[in-house]
């Protein structure tokens, strides 16, 4: 079964200081990636994917990803935090039996400090 | 507005009503998700239609859960008889070819 963990529930970083949230993923084939976030009453908005190429993926907001297919993770980072970016950020693997459906993890909240 | 509609925003039943959800894709997308968000949780699937057809529910949904996506446009959820685990976020998602997702501002159902 396909399956992402995302370790730590929080994580705290001083505005202007690089920030990281770890994923995880468990897939059998080729894996789908993406980092969706969220902020407070609203659904989630699309920050960026991998499906193949560079490791290194750029997104929305300044924000980008590292696959890493040795260590089977897909962790976020981003050079220098705002305080705008406090919100829960989750990781997904897309299946790839042909449902194309999205499995979740439990979500990191993210909080930025001034 | 081209993104996913989700309609109502809020609702409040009462336990044993009945209540039906409606979710808007994005016009040229044929890929349809319907997912639940309980506090604290990551979104968890429910149910998945391409185009018209529905070709995945989660074991999670019980009989009174209920989808449709008439024509292969729009999509209604319906839960009957609601019970008090029902309350959530419900959201919906849309998408095309192999393409990411884009998520609607979800349902928040509360049930008292």
């Known amino acids: 079964a396909q399956s992402v963990a995302q370790p730590e529930d929080q994580v705290n970083v001083a505005e202007g200081n690089p920030l990281t949230v770890k994923c995880t993923y468990s897939?059998?084939?080729?894996?789908?990636l993406f980092w969706y976030v969220q902020y407070p009453n609203r659904g989630l908005q699309f920050l960026l994917k991998?499906?193949?190429?560079?490791?290194l993926v750029k997104g929305s907001y300044g924000f980008e990803a590292e696959f890493n297919k040795s260590q089977t993770s897909f962790h976020l980072k981003k050079p220098s935090a705002l305080v705008s970016d406090s919100a829960l950020y989750f990781c997904?693997?897309?299946?790839?039996?042909?449902?194309?459906?999205?499995?979740f993890g439990t979500g990191t909240r993210l909080k930025v400090l001034a | 507005d081209t993104g996913v509609s989700q309609n109502p925003r809020h609702k409040i039943t009462k336990r044993g009503q009945n209540v039906t959800f409606r979710c808007d894709p994005i016009?040229?997308?044929?890929?349809l998700y319907w997912y639940r968000q309980t506090l604290g949780q990551g979104p968890e699937f429910l149910t998945y239609?391409?185009?018209?057809?529905?070709?995945?529910k989660s074991r999670l949904l019980s009989d009174r859960f209920s989808a449709e996506r008439p024509k292969g446009s729009f999509s209604t959820l319906e839960i009957q008889r609601t019970e008090q685990g029902d309350s959530a976020m419900y959201l919906c998602?849309?998408?095309?070819?192999?393409?990411?997702?884009?998520f609607g501002q979800g349902t928040r159902l509360t049930v008292v």
């Open positions: 016009s040229e997308h044929n890929r």
């Open positions: 991998y499906i193949t190429g560079d490791n």
């Open positions: 239609f391409q185009n018209e057809a529905q070709l995945e």
């Open positions: 897939v059998s084939g080729n894996p789908y």
């Open positions: 997904a693997v897309r299946d790839t039996s042909g449902t194309y459906k999205y499995i």
């Open positions: 998602a849309s998408g095309k070819g192999a393409s990411e997702a884009f």
